[in-house]
């Protein structure tokens, strides 16, 4: 039980290009999802927090018109990578919890790799 | 700023011995502590979250130990596989730092057949 999928694994496109990945809980309801991004050889750095039905909490640093976050039902959430240059290619990956509460184990989906040329 | 650190950064062991290592954490303001397993190409599994000083969780021949007081978490492997070759992450909950947790760099672990 407990299965995240995100999609795509692996993305490539020019600078400018606005990117969406998906994130959905499939046999639970997530009720709180979270975006993470991984530098090389760096720890998963939490991005934002997303709660069905309201705004995201960004983390310090990430901006909110770059990174957009849409939590509009309980099983999926999307991260909009917008007019994306070099320096947003990293690898980003989701969780998902059923209880929002930080007592709770997180499920992962498997990443996203975006290389922006 | 909240601080998690994991030590041995990575650590290669022979097929068949045990091995632990080392999540430190802030002493003050603890709520929860998770261990996750990310194998390479796979998704990070959720191994264990504790809350208790003085927990001990067991998974297998995995078991973690915590002590919020000292601010220290240990990771355990008894007789380890090929299978157990994974990084190793954990993650530090707050009180007052609502859903979200706080992970470490990892332990990289690899076992030789």
């Known amino acids: 039980g407990a299965v995240v999928s995100q999609h795509p694994s692996r993305v490539i496109c020019k600078s400018g290009t606005s990117v969406k990945i998906e994130c959905r809980s499939l046999d639970f309801q997530a009720t709180t999802m979270f975006w993470y991004r991984q530098f090389p050889k760096k720890s998963l750095m939490l991005m934002a927090t997303s709660n069905e039905g309201s705004k995201a909490t960004y983390e310090q640093g990430v901006e909110k018109d770059k990174f957009l976050i849409n939590h509009a039902s309980l099983t999926l959430s999307t991260l909009t990578v917008t007019s994306a240059h070099p320096e947003d290619s990293s690898f980003y990956i989701c969780s998902a919890t059923n209880r929002g509460a930080s007592n709770q184990p997180q499920h992962f989906g498997d990443g996203t790799r975006l290389s922006i040329l | ?113």
């Open chain 2, 1 to 113: 700023i909240l601080n998690v650190e994991q030590s041995p950064q990575s650590l290669h062991v022979q097929e068949g011995d045990s091995t632990n290592f080392t999540c430190s954490f802030p002493s003050s303001n603890f709520y929860a502590l998770h261990w996750y397993r990310w194998e390479t190409a796979k998704s990070p599994e959720a191994l264990f979250v504790m809350t208790l000083n003085g927990d001990e969780k067991k998974k297998g021949r995995i078991s973690a130990t915590l002590n919020t007081k000292e601010g220290y978490s240990y990771l355990y492997i008894k007789g380890s596989q090929p299978e157990d070759s994974a990084t190793y992450l954990c993650a530090f909950a707050a009180y007052s730092s609502a859903s979200k947790i706080i992970f470490g760099s990892g332990t990289r672990l690899s076992i030789r057949p």
